[in-house]
């Protein structure tokens, strides 16, 4: 018989396989700045642990995303891994409540286009606010209050914030109804800020998109010849 799955267990073992054709690839180190045992992963891990690391002291991902979770079976505060280097726990995280990431696993991304739902009480009542591939840095910005008590996400996987700018805690939503804040685990029905997790396999460059340097100024290939120098003037006598 084969062990019963808690409901963190069962949410993420449907949602662990990712889109068509999707590959997936990260390398945990124990300790910061890559050093130490580690450890490579393909498909989810219930415990890091088991792999011969104490803990994860720094993270590479090659190609994703993933979600990591600071307890074991995919519990607890939830924090999201896209293509790069994490060489320590802060450039993960910046909720500061936990450092531990114990449990980790492939996330669903199955669409181009992004569609998100934000209702202010639970059920899908109260005020409503529609964000359209768009990142939203604050939804006080846009009119909306910090309350957000349930959620429907219809297109696109996204990540929500306690604060504005994508600070705080992270709550993933995959594709799917959530009628209540209980529902993405999260302590209060408080959110001011959501993005986008997009895929490489649309977007390149992942979601923030680095802007190339300017380039550096060429020197002209034939200068104007420089004025002659006036002529010396004697000295009075």
């Not at 396989?17 to 992963?41: D, L, M, P, R, S």
């Not at 979600?67 to 607890?76: L, Q, T, W």
């Not at 995280?93 to 449990?103: A, G």
């Not at 639970?122 to 359209?132: S, V």
Request: contains cysteine; negative net charge; hydrophobic residues 35%.
């Amino acid at each position: 018989m084969s062990e019963q799955q808690s409901a963190p267990e069962q949410l993420a073992a449907g949602k662990s396989q990712g889109g068509a054709g999707a590959t997936y690839k990260v390398v945990v180190f124990e300790f910061e700045n890559f050093q130490g045992c580690k450890a490579e992963f393909s498909a989810e891990c219930k415990d890091v642990t088991e792999k011969g690391l104490e803990k994860v002291g720094s993270v590479i991902v090659e190609s994703g995303p993933w979600v990591g979770y600071d307890c074991h079976g995919f519990a607890g505060e939830q924090f999201i891994l896209e293509k790069g280097e994490y060489p320590r726990w802060d450039t993960w995280t910046n909720s500061q409540n936990s450092y531990s990431l114990l449990s980790l696993r492939p996330l669903k991304v199955d669409s181009a286009e992004h569609k998100l739902q934000l209702f202010e009480n639970p059920g899908f009542t109260g005020r409503k606010m529609e964000i359209l591939d768009n990142d939203v840095p604050s939804l006080w910005g846009h009119g909306f209050q910090d309350r957000v008590a349930s959620v429907k996400a219809l297109n696109g996987t996204w990540v929500g914030y306690v604060y504005p700018g994508y600070r705080g805690r992270q709550f993933i939503f995959e594709q799917g109804d959530f009628k209540h804040w209980n529902d993405w685990e999260a302590p209060a029905p408080q959110i001011q800020s959501v993005r986008r997790v997009r895929d490489m396999q649309w977007h390149k460059r992942g979601c923030f998109s680095v802007p190339d340097p300017a380039p550096a100024p060429t020197p002209d290939p034939d200068p104007a010849p420089a004025p002659p120098a006036p002529p010396a003037t004697a000295g009075a006598s």
